[in-house]
């Protein structure tokens, strides 16, 4: 049996004497799109990013394609990264925020050519090639010469998008894409990360997006309270969930 792309284990973090996440493990499996639904304030974003480490989690640890994240072990003891160290396996990672973060004096094409080519070293001509892919996966590649300030909200993230697949991670993390967009804009970012789940791209995408879910994720997880709640298939977990928190939570949405 595979091992999983991305495993969980008793991730806890807390921040004073708030526990914001309380033993979470979970397994998420190669070329599959994994939704992460819940109420504000059930630990969702706070779960991304301890994955790639802008959380340092209180407890457990994270591994990606069966090597440790963010620390190492030493005996019985795990020692955890400096941030240089953190550097290279975040690229591994993509990570799509809520809000753009877009260099401003940067072109489109720069924005996105910049981590494969000042981080990962790769050569300029190459990065900028790749930067070209990556802006026609997301139905940018007229744009490359723009600067984000000319751009609708949903270009600046379909961008964003493209940053992340230049950086050819092992797996995309998706922090509620579209909650910063005006709702006439929602569509043509969804339709793009559909698109990347078509195609078998490794995803985490937290979202309010109850029907996106629904039709494109191949397990969905409900939090709440800083756990697990319910996870299992789409039309389980949406269509006909067991816990009555779940219940209660998707009825707002009429998303059945």
Same mark, same amino acid.
């Given at each position: 049996?595979?091992?999983?792309?991305?495993?969980?284990?008793?991730?806890?973090?807390?921040?004073?004497?708030?526990?914001?996440?309380?033993?979470?493990?979970?397994?998420?499996?190669?070329?599959?799109?994994?939704?992460?639904?819940?109420?504000?304030?059930?630990?969702?974003?706070?779960?991304?990013?301890?994955?790639?480490?802008?959380?340092?989690?209180?407890?457990?640890?994270?591994?990606?394609?069966?090597?440790?994240?963010?620390?190492?072990?030493?005996?019985?003891?795990?020692?955890?990264?400096?941030? +240089?160290? /953190? &550097?290279? !396996?975040?690229?591994?990672?993509? $990570?799509?925020?809520?809000?753009?973060? *877009?260099? %401003?004096? @940067?072109?489109?094409?720069?924005?996105?050519?910049?981590?494969?080519?000042?981080?990962?070293?790769?050569?300029?001509?190459?990065?900028?090639?790749?930067?070209?892919?990556?802006?026609?996966?997301?139905?940018?590649?007229?744009?490359?010469?723009?600067?984000?300030?000319?751009?609708?909200?949903?270009?600046?993230?379909?961008?964003?998008?493209? +940053?992340? /697949? &230049?950086? !050819?991670?092992?797996?995309?993390? $998706?922090?509620?894409?579209?909650?910063? *967009?005006? %709702?006439? @804009?929602?569509?043509?970012?969804?339709?793009?990360?559909?698109?990347?789940?078509?195609?078998?791209?490794?995803?985490?995408?937290?979202?309010?997006?109850?029907?996106?879910?629904?039709?494109?994720?191949?397990?969905?997880?409900?939090?709440?309270?800083?756990?697990?709640?319910?996870?299992?298939?789409?039309?389980?977990?949406?269509?006909?969930?067991?816990?009555?928190?779940?219940?209660?939570?998707?009825?707002? $949405?009429?998303?059945?």
């Amino acid at each position: 049996m595979n091992q999983p792309l991305l495993r969980i284990e008793n991730l806890k973090k807390s921040y004073g004497i708030l526990e914001v996440l309380k033993d979470i493990s979970l397994s998420l499996e190669q070329g599959r799109c994994t939704a992460v639904i819940g109420p504000s304030g059930s630990g969702k974003t706070t779960m991304l990013r301890c994955i790639n480490y802008l959380e340092v989690p209180t407890a457990g640890h994270i591994y990606l394609a069966g090597e440790l994240i963010g620390e190492r072990k030493q005996g019985d003891r795990y020692i955890s990264f400096a941030e +240089r160290q /953190l &550097a290279p !396996q975040r690229l591994e990672m993509g $990570f799509v925020f809520q809000n753009f973060y *877009l260099w %401003p004096h @940067l072109s489109v094409i720069e924005n996105v050519a910049l981590a494969p080519w000042r981080i990962k070293g790769m050569k300029k001509d190459d990065a900028f090639d790749l930067a070209r892919q990556a802006l026609e996966k997301v139905h940018m590649a007229h744009k490359a010469e723009e600067y984000p300030e000319r751009l609708s909200g949903g270009q600046q993230q379909r961008v964003g998008i493209a +940053r992340a /697949l &230049a950086q !050819q991670p092992k797996i995309i993390l $998706f922090d509620e894409p579209t909650s910063a *967009l005006d %709702p006439e @804009l929602v569509g043509e970012v969804l339709s793009v990360i559909g698109e990347l789940a078509d195609e078998g791209r490794s995803m985490v995408l937290v979202t309010h997006e109850i029907r996106f879910a629904r039709d494109v994720a191949h397990e969905v997880i409900f939090m709440d309270g800083g756990l697990v709640v319910e996870k299992g298939a789409p039309s389980d977990v949406i269509g006909k969930p067991a816990h009555e928190r779940t219940k209660k939570f998707l009825s707002q $949405f009429h998303a059945g």
